[in-house]
């Protein structure tokens, strides 16, 4: 069994990474700003399968998914994009910083395909890695965590 | 000139047509191709000049792709556009007679290099 997810990767270079991905999809000048609020919302998220098993997730504020949509795809600010669009656009999300994490994970391992729904998350612990931040004033929060029991939870909020 | 791009997200096609207009590929004919399946079929019918395909993909993965098409004796020039780009990976690709691997996320710059000298 690999070491907790803590001890492999830190928020820091989460954030790093999200922000380099957030850059070259939603835009050169988009910025993630750090925020540690519960974010809920829909979420996408792939699984990693190797030394070290789990998940990466996206959650969204509701009131930001239609505009992150919008961005990916350069709709003008009118155009209302479909709720397919959306859902492709959190998975497509979901997918890169799920394939950016587990390039930093132990390998060999393998990324799962993308899914959307609720958020699968668990409580925080050791095997728990949680980012959240703004994009727009909407919120929102990258989670990686381990597919070890714990206890389920529903929020996404960022310990102290 | 045409280039054949797979993948199972009608998004990241969108963005990859998009990249490759935005590094200067105006004049190139696009085809799309939802998996690998779908992808070996097009190979077969469209004759693309380039292949540029996700990984993971359900139906058929894009490794599986390219191994049944040099199988079947085809030697279109074949590069991969994944968001994941580990040196397995990379190794994986090359052994099966892929050119390149473009880790998502990728800029115009990025598309530039590795597909000048293909299309040159």
Redesign the interface.
């Known amino acids: 069994m690999s070491a907790p997810i803590t001890a492999l990767i830190d928020g820091e270079t989460v954030t790093a990474v999200a922000g380099e991905v957030w850059s070259a999809l939603v835009g050169e000048e988009e910025l993630l700003l750090p925020r540690a609020v519960p974010v809920d919302g829909p979420s996408s998220w792939v699984t990693v399968t190797g030394p070290w098993d789990g998940v990466v997730v996206l959650t969204c504020a509701a009131s930001g998914t239609a505009d992150l949509a919008r961005s990916v795809l350069q709709l003008d600010d009118d155009e209302q994009p479909t709720a397919e669009d959306v859902d492709d656009v959190l998975r497509e999300l979901a997918n890169i910083l799920g394939g950016n994490v587990k390039s930093l994970l132990p390998g060999p391992s393998a990324l799962g395909l993308p899914e959307t729904g609720p958020a699968p998350l668990r409580a925080e612990d050791e095997d728990t890695c949680r980012v959240s931040a703004s994009w727009r004033g909407h919120d929102l929060a990258i989670t990686i965590q381990g597919a070890s029991e714990a206890p389920a939870t529903t929020t996404t909020e960022v310990p102290k | 000139m045409k280039i054949l791009v797979a993948d ?5 096609r ?2 990859v047509i ?1 990249t490759l207009r935005q590094a200067g590929y105006d004049d190139v004919d696009v085809v799309e191709a939802e998996d690998g399946a779908d992808c070996l079929a097009k190979v077969g019918s469209e004759s693309p000049d380039l292949v540029l395909s996700d990984w ?3 139906n058929m993965t894009g490794i599986e792709c390219l191994r049944a098409l040099r199988a079947q004796g085809s030697s279109v020039p074949f590069g991969f556009v ?5 040196p ?1 990976m990379r190794e994986t690709a090359s052994d099966a007679g892929a050119l390149f691997l473009i ?5 115009p710059d990025t598309f530039r290099d590795a597909l000048d000298a293909v299309l040159a």
């Open positions: 199972d997200s009608r998004v990241m969108q963005i998009r993971n993909m359900p994944t968001s994941e780009g580990s397995e880790a998502k996320p990728f800029t």
